[in-house]
């Protein structure tokens, strides 16, 4: 049956009209960042009272600040104090977990320039005093999310330092790492594989 409008004239829909738009309905088309994600899942570690663990704060030293209000104050001069350590820390079942997250848009690697001595340093001492430490990492262009053991990033860190390749690819990541399924609530529910990797 014809289109026709009120003129009479018969309705032909152009090309362009025609072409469907293809929407991502996906979580990964939510602007949520890994950082974000992680501290949704700890928020509901938190409530359902399955662990302590928080994102740690950035030391910094406020050098200047200006009030151009009563109501107001505005940093204008900070520095930071010292290098920060790992990104999140706190308690599950008894074990000290401490932890990286990192994102990259490669397809293929993770470059290891995203992370830093002083973090592998300090992972390597909470790591001799028994606790849990690992990498978190996002392949975000594939939404695809990684549990590396620290004792394997130490692995690939040492290879970097003796002339090896300065990344891990992705292919060492489906050997060597544990890939996190996402879910509805939490989305990123790290602490199943520590649970299982503890016991």
């Known amino acids: 049956m014809a289109i026709q409008y009120p003129n009479g004239k018969i309705y032909t829909p152009n090309k362009n009209s025609l072409k469907t738009i293809k929407k991502d309905y996906t979580f990964s088309n939510r602007g949520k960042t890994l950082e974000d994600e992680l501290n949704d899942a700890n928020e509901y570690y938190l409530l ?5 663990i ?5 030391p910094i030293q406020v050098v200047k600040v200006d009030y ?5 104050a505005v940093i204008k001069e900070a520095y930071y104090r010292t290098p920060s350590t790992t ?4 308690v599950f079942k008894g074990k000290y977990i401490d932890f990286e997250a990192k994102e990259t848009e490669n ?3 993770f470059p290891l320039k995203n992370v830093h001595l002083h973090q592998v340093e300090h992972m390597q001492k ?3 005093q028994d606790g849990i430490c690992f990498l978190l990492v996002r392949f975000s262009a594939l939404d695809r999310y990684f549990y590396l053991p620290f004792e394997k990033l130490h692995f690939f860190w040492n290879r970097m330092l003796t002339g090896g390749r300065k990344s891990i690819a992705l292919i060492e990541f489906e050997e060597h ?8 609530s939490p989305r990123i529910d790290y602490l199943k594989i520590v649970d299982y990797l503890k016991d």
């Open 48 to 52: 359902h009272e399955i662990a302590v």
């Open 54 to 58: 928080y994102k740690k704060p950035i």
């Open 68 to 72: 151009p209000s009563r109501s107001g």
């Open 87 to 90: 990104d999140f820390n706190g």
């Open 107 to 109: 397809k293929t690697a």
């Open 126 to 128: 909470v790591s001799h």
């Open 177 to 184: 790492a544990i890939e996190i399924a996402t879910r509805y």
